[in-house]
């Protein structure tokens, strides 16, 4: 059974500083994976997603990369501002059960 | 806009009395799911549809029901809910059929629906 964990489980960080969310999964028989981000109480926004044949997937400030055969994705974020605070959540598109989510990374951008 | 909406937002109700929360997307998305989200266990798939009248159970299925009779539609169904399915809860689709090789199954989410049963 897919697991997906997610280290670490809290990070705080001054304004302006790049910084880097893990993503683990234990099945790499994987179809994609997703980033998303969520706020306190609100819904899931999708960020990022990279397809199995994909390494890496770029949106503005984000960069995503993907390494299936170790199970490890990345999550970069690059000069943080204090609107990038929230939980990021990874979920791995695993086939027949789809989107095995961890248990995301609580992000604090402190201005 | 391509979204998910999902009623109510917030729904205070008591034990054993029936409810559903409805969830539509206007994406011509096959598939959709409802996942429940509690501290410390993350987010847990509850039921999915790959398709009308399709419908299978996902992790954590007790207690709930699903019907897909329509694409759009994917309600979810407490016929006798219980306290300990307060919880906050999401549905969402994407185009994954499971059929086959699509290029693009971002999944889309809808606000989420803040149920407390007492």
């Known amino acids: 059974k897919q697991e997906v964990t997610q280290i670490p489980a809290a990070l705080s960080v001054p304004e302006g500083e790049n910084l880097v969310l893990n993503c683990s999964f234990t099945d790499s028989a994987i179809y994609n994976l997703q980033w998303f981000r969520q706020d306190p109480g609100k819904g899931l926004t999708s960020l990022l997603l990279i397809q199995s044949s994909q390494r890496e997937q770029t949106s503005g400030r984000l960069n995503a990369s993907l390494d299936k055969s170790s199970g490890r994705s990345t999550l970069y974020i690059a000069a943080s501002q204090p609107g990038d605070s929230a939980t990021y959540l990874c979920a791995v598109d695993n086939y027949g059960q789809n989107f095995v989510f961890g248990p995301g990374t609580r992000l604090s951008v402190l201005p | 806009e391509a979204q998910v909406t999902q009623n109510p937002r917030y729904l205070i109700t008591v034990t054993g009395k029936k409810l559903t929360v409805t969830c539509s997307q206007n994406m011509n998305h096959e598939y959709m799911s409802w996942y429940r989200q509690d501290p410390g266990l993350g987010l847990r798939q509850i039921y999915y549809s790959m398709n009308v009248e399709v419908t299978d159970k996902g992790d954590v299925p007790e207690g709930y029901k699903v019907s897909r009779k329509e694409k759009r539609n994917f309600p979810l169904i407490l016929e006798s809910p219980s306290p300990n399915q307060t919880s906050l809860y999401f549905c969402?689709?994407?185009?994954?059929?499971?059929?086959?090789?699509?290029?693009?199954?971002?999944?889309?989410f809808g606000q989420g629906t803040r149920l407390t049963v007492v």
């Open positions: 969402a689709s994407s185009s994954y059929t499971g059929l086959g090789r699509l290029p693009n199954t971002e999944a889309f």
